[in-house]
């Protein structure tokens, strides 16, 4: 069965960190580009950052440049987005999800598998 499972969502305050995890099972995770969306209430959903395959560029939209940094785990078939100085607006259902394609442009193209979500509240 083909599955990505997002883990480490949760609240923090305003300012402060969080790591979370997307495990691939059933399929080999490093060989597809690998990213994260997330969908706030009542906004559309939107492409946080990726990592390609096999080069390892990353995308990152504006709002989380300098904040956020995606990378691979040793095991290449996890992958982690790292979370600092987090804002409320940063506030959202986070998606891990992969495909063929990271533009460096826009982020996960045409994603192919997805996880369940985790969410991240940033909040005093």
């Known amino acids: 069965q083909l599955q990505l499972v997002e883990s480490g969502g949760g609240l923090v305050q305003p300012g402060g960190s969080l790591r979370l995890s997307c495990t691939a099972s059933?399929?080999?995770?490093?060989?597809?580009?690998a990213g994260w969306f997330r969908q706030a209430p009542g906004k559309e959903r939107e492409a946080v950052s990726c990592?390609?395959?096999?080069?390892?560029?990353?995308f990152y939209t504006d709002s989380v440049k300098g904040r956020f940094t995606i990378y691979r785990g040793n095991n290449n078939n996890t992958v982690y987005p790292e979370m600092k100085a987090l804002k409320p607006e940063d506030t959202a259902l986070y998606y891990c999800?992969?495909?063929?394609?990271?533009?460096?442009?826009?982020?996960?193209?045409?994603?192919?598998?997805w996880g369940q979500g985790t969410q991240v509240t940033a909040s005093s």
């Open positions: 990592i390609s395959s096999p080069t390892g560029s990353a």
């Open positions: 059933g399929f080999p995770l490093h060989y597809y580009a």
């Open positions: 999800a992969a495909s063929f394609s990271c533009s460096q442009h826009d982020g996960l193209r045409t994603p192919e598998h």
